[in-house]
Nanobody
Framework: QVQLVESGGGLVQAGGSLRLSCAAS????????MAWYRQAPGKQRELVAT???????NYADSVKGRFTISRDNAKNSVFLQMSSLKPEDTAGYYC????????????????WGQGTQVTVSS
């Protein structure tokens, strides 16, 4: 069973930093694109940042210059370094990954972590 497990959320003052981690476990063939999403209360889930297996990154305009996504393919992990945090960054942050498994044939589907809460106080 493939699982994504996040860690690193917490309470931080505005202007501070946090680093989120997400590790994939279980049996799989390959991890393709990985991403971080966030969802604030009463709002839709939004894409924060993505990273391909080759390391190409993309960011939402709201976090450009403040957040950095990275991955360690050897550890099946993705990270989100968040700096200059603002109260509007407060949300549940979710790890997402496109993972290929093989039973008989190869099959790629999307997996989600359980989420980790980030709260930024003003």
């Amino acid at each position: 069973q493939v699982q994504l497990v996040e860690s690193g959320g917490g309470l931080v003052q505005a202007g501070g930093s946090l680093r989120l981690s997400c590790a994939a476990s279980g049996r799989f063939f390959k991890i393709n694109d990985m991403a971080w999403y966030r969802q604030a209360p009463g709002k839709q889930r939004e894409l924060v940042a993505t990273i391909t297996s080759g390391g190409t990154t993309n960011y939402a305009d709201s976090v450009k210059g403040r957040f950095t996504i990275s991955r360690d393919n050897a550890k099946n992990s993705v990270f989100l370094q968040m700096s200059s945090l603002k109260p509007e960054d407060t949300a549940g942050y979710y790890c997402n990954a496109q993972i290929t498994t093989q039973v008989v044939n190869y099959f790629t589907r999307e997996y989600w972590g359980q989420g980790t809460q980030v709260t930024v106080s003003s």
